[in-house]
């Protein structure tokens, strides 16, 4: 029996770490085969992940068969599961994004505000053909979708591609669990946070250790400086007011929201002092693909823990070893809600924790939204909506309201002027928008 594995996006600086877990799981996980895809532009960084997978391979002695190609139908024949890590545009399309919200005065972020939806925009279209192919070919294989904006990506996909066996993933859910382990002292595999929310803007609601709730005491612990963000993310700590007011856990990102003026403030310096976090991701992945190119590498060098997505692979090598073993495990994934957060859309796709079957997420039902924060949920799941509308239709109006309905533009002239100019910016990538508006 094969068990396939295909991985869209091969040649990120990222695929190391989902051999490493392949290789890892291998027992209980067997992959016999898998193929790293990529495009033209990405052909010379997908030659040396390539090279260095078949040596962490090579040494690690399991029976994996890997190649690497640009024919990504060939590719996807006969696979199980269909990993997705693109960046349409690159960097450089990501640079823009964060670059031009930030000279008008916005927060520039990858996947918040107006460069998330400049993201989402670029991805969508590409990962709905992508979706097409998998359903025509490999009608049974799994997407893991890893893109970003992940949840935004993932509820496009399970609406509008005749695909439904689709998972969305994000490493948040993942950090937010270990660096809670690290608070409390505990094991992670002994912690249980209960999530409720959409990706990037999820909450924990519940913290339990062995069954026992300590939320009390993490909600304490984390009213000061302790630091819970991945590498891209400069914490800034959360007041005791605001933790002990909501009563819930924020996730890293939430900084962007309710944190704005003193994230502009210090993406401004940082900016001035080193550019924007995707031309310290450039200069880093420079330095990566150096150590990646050198014969005598043969495993996930350190330095890859320099990216804000570190340990990503571990939720999508256990999500796909639980799938594969129908383990019925708890892992946190993005879903279609089906009623676990009554108060949301029974087809939108939330974070939440679900029972993992072969037959793919059971979410587990996490009760109504907390009065707390129940006002920004709904205005930030009607603003996904939005963009996903807008990166279907490619009509003006679509995108325009997705941007002045997002809290971090939310200025109907300030929206139109960065707009207008991301439009220009990324016209090569969006061939669905024709009009410019007036
Ligand atoms: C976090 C997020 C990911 C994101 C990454 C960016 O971990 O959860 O969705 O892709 O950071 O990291 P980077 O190193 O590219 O800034």
């Known amino acids: 029996m094969t068990v396939k594995l295909v991985v869209v996006g091969g040649g990120s600086s990222y695929t190391p770490e989902i051999i490493e877990g392949i290789i890892r799981r291998h027992d209980s996980f067997p ?96 990962l709905l053909d992508l979706a ?20 935004i990506v993932t509820e496009a996909l399970l609406k509008h591609s005749p695909h439904k066996k689709v998972i969305g993933v994000c490493n948040i859910p993942y950090n937010m669990r270990h660096s809670t382990a690290e608070i409390l002292d505990a094991d992670p595999n002994d912690v249980l946070i209960e999530f409720i929310g959409m990706n990037h803007f999820v909450f924990g609601k519940k913290v339990y250790v062995n069954g026992i709730d300590r939320t009390k005491e993490v909600l304490e612990k984390l009213s000061g400086d302790l630091d819970y963000s991945p590498a891209n993310i400069v914490n800034l700590g959360w007041s005791k007011t605001f933790i002990e007011a909501t009563g819930l856990l924020p996730n890293p990102y939430h900084q962007y ?26 200069n880093l992945e ?86 707390t924060v129940k006002g920004h949920i709904y205005q930030m799941k009607a603003f996904e909506e939005l963009v996903i509308r807008a990166s279907i239709s490619g009509d003006y109006n679509d995108a325009y309201t997705a941007m002045v309905m997002n809290p971090l533009l939310a200025n109907e002239k300030g929206s139109k002027v960065v707009l207008d100019e991301l439009l220009e910016a990324h016209k090569s990538y969006l061939p669905q928008f024709k009009s410019r508006g007036n």
């Open 31 to 126: 992959v016999t085969d898998i193929v790293l895809v990529d495009i033209e532009a990405g052909k010379e960084k997908l030659e040396i992940i390539g090279n260095l997978a078949q040596r962490m391979i090579e040494k690690s002695n399991k029976p994996i068969n890997l190649s690497w190609t640009l024919d990504r139908r060939e590719a996807l024949k006969q696979a199980d599961f269909v990993s997705t890590q693109i960046r349409v545009g690159g960097l450089a399309a990501r640079s823009k994004d964060e670059r031009i919200p930030l000279s008008h005065g916005f927060i520039g972020q990858e996947t918040n505000g107006a460069g998330g939806i400049f993201k989402a925009f670029r991805t969508i279209p590409v």
């Open 257 to 282: 929201y309710f944190q704005t003026k003193e994230v502009l403030e210090k993406d401004v310096k940082a900016f001035k002092e080193n550019g924007t976090r995707a031309e310290v991701v450039q």
């Open 286 to 371: 420079t330095s990566l693909f150096n150590i990646y190119s050198n014969p005598s590498l043969y495993e996930k060098p350190k330095e890859l823990e320099e990216r804000g997505g570190a340990f990503y692979s571990d939720v999508a090598c256990s999500l796909m070893d639980s799938i594969y073993n129908n383990k019925q495990d708890v892992q946190t994934v993005n879903t279609i809600n089906n009623g676990a957060i009554p108060d949301l859309p029974e087809d939108a796709v939330i974070e939440v924790n679900c029972m993992i079957t072969n037959n793919g997420p059971k979410p587990i039902s996490v009760g109504a939204l907390p009065h």
């Open 132 to 151: 097409k192919d998998v359903h025509e070919i490999c009608p049974n294989a799994w997407i893991i979708n890893f893109t970003n904006p992940a949840g």
